[in-house]
């Protein structure tokens, strides 16, 4: 039995050193859904990939928190957001809801009214928002709206999953989501119709 | 100050196109989505819309990236 021990532990070793390996593998496999959001979260390449790389060498270092079969995704990008959080980001007021007309349907009607009737075709409505207009609109989205907007919409993360990764409850999200979608309808519209 | 009635499904919509909703609120956005003009052309853009905001806001990560966080993995492998 005393034989044993040494064996015992060399395989316990071995053993551990397949999951990290297979860890590792399973993160690096994330990587480019990772940095998409990453991107979309801050404000130029630079910092995404600093902040993406930052998370993986966190994530590599403290691998054995994750519980192996729950969404590998949404635990990096929970400590994405919290490195994000941490390199204290500018604090920024979150502005009061402009009263916006027709609510959600804003941006569509007055697109439509500046195009003319025949253009209430909705697709092609949408398609004439450019790259541009959408990234900046984003960009401009208050921290708090951005993150969840960013993380459902880009990331097609689902409530639950958003609720985790930010800390906040479920309700939140949804609140949060409404309001920053609404904000981006606003800005979209500023930004193509002024 | 609501401009029209269906202000308030708003919430219901909006889980709907999350998929977010259970089979029996599923059901009843439906059946709203059925009846009410104004509401399907609402979602019909929220659709178009957030497809539109994820294949345009979606940047591709860039060249090296990849090289730079393997060489985050640990050394003995």
């Known amino acids: 039995m005393g034989e044993d ?3 015992i532990d060399g395989r316990r070793i071995a ?6 390996v297979r860890f590792e593998e399973e993160a690096l496999a994330l990587a480019d859904q990772v940095y998409r959001v990453a991107r979309r979260l801050v404000g130029t390449r630079e910092e995404a990939e600093d902040l993406v790389q ?44 402009q009263p916006i007309e027709e609510g959600d349907y804003y941006l569509a009607n007055k697109m439509a009214a500046s195009q003319g009737e025949q253009v209430l075709d909705q697709d092609h409505v949408v398609e004439k928002l ?11 989205l208050p921290h708090d709206f951005r993150d969840t907007v960013v993380l459902v919409d880009i990331g097609e993360f689902s409530y639950a999953d958003a609720a985790q990764i930010l800390d906040i409850p479920i309700g939140t999200v949804m609140s949060r989501l409404h309001r920053g979608r609404r904000l981006l309808k606003a800005k979209l519209a500023e930004e193509t119709i002024a | 100050m609501s401009h029209n009635p269906c202000d308030a499904c708003e919430e219901l919509l909006q889980g709907y196109l999350d998929r977010e909703l259970n089979d ?6 439906e059946s709203h989505l059925d009846d009410c003009d104004y509401c399907r052309r609402r979602y019909r853009f929220e659709v178009t819309l957030r497809q539109y905001v994820q294949t345009t806001a979606a940047e591709r990560m860039p060249a090296g990236l990849m090289e730079k966080l393997s060489q985050l993995r640990s050394p003995d492998r």
């Open chain 1, 54 to 97: 930052d998370t993986y060498g966190r994530a590599f270092r403290s691998w054995r928190s994750y519980t192996p079969g729950t969404n590998l995704r949404a635990w990096l990008l929970r400590i994405l957001t919290n490195l994000n959080l941490d390199r204290g980001r500018k604090i920024q007021r979150t502005p009061d809801m």
């Open chain 1, 130 to 140: 450019s790259q541009d207009s959408i990234v900046t609109a984003l960009s401009s």
């Open chain 1, 15 to 20: 053993a551990e050193a397949r999951d990290r």
């Open chain 2, 24 to 29: 029996s609120e599923v059901a009843q956005a």
């Open chain 1, 5 to 7: 021990g040494p064996d």
